[in-house]
């Protein structure tokens, strides 16, 4: 089971140019799990808050491809809370870690690479089962 510390901004480098920058990822290169799924979330109304869940297997990358949010994590014992602003870097979280996502910039990008395709029974969607499944869990 992982926790806050676990879960770390990674430096993903870019290619820059007078013509701007460029900034990859690649399974097995500068990603730790295959990437099974992509998606972003976009047009996402001023004070409205995301997230709310953990998820038993899945394990992200989190990048503001543009403008800039917060991501607050929670291991049911630690919070820590994540300003993303920079394309060239991701957050990355681990499995079991409740998030919620919050202060969206106008016109902001949040793009998400998944180790797992979409499954709602991933997900854990109720803090109280949350912080019981956390309780059950052993620590690896
Ligand atoms: P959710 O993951 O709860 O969004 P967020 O964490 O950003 O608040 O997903 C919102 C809705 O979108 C939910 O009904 C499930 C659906 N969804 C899919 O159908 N496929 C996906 O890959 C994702 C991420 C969400």
Redesign the pocket.
């Known amino acids: 089971m992982y926790n806050i510390s676990d879960c770390t901004i990674v430096d993903l480098s870019k290619v820059h140019n007078e013509a701007g920058n460029i900034t990859v990822l690649e399974n097995n290169i500068n990603i730790p799990f295959k990437i099974k799924?992509i998606?972003y979330?976009y047009d996402v109304p001023m004070g409205a808050d995301?997230?709310?869940?953990g998820h038993y297997e899945l394990q992200q990358y989190i990048v503001a491809a543009s403008g800039s949010f917060t991501f607050l994590l929670d291991d049911g014992v630690n919070k820590k809370s994540f300003f993303l602003n920079d394309p060239s870097k991701a957050l990355h979280i681990q499995p079991g870690i409740w998030?919620e996502?919050r202060d969206f910039s106008s016109g902001s990008i949040?793009l998400?690479l998944?180790s797992h395709?979409?499954k709602?029974s991933d997900?854990i969607?109720d803090y109280v089962e949350y912080l019981k499944y956390k309780d059950d869990t052993p620590i690896i």
């Not at 995301?50 to 869940?53: I, V």
């Open positions: 799924r998606y979330l995301r997230g709310g869940h998030r996502i949040c998400v998944a395709e979409y709602e997900y969607r």
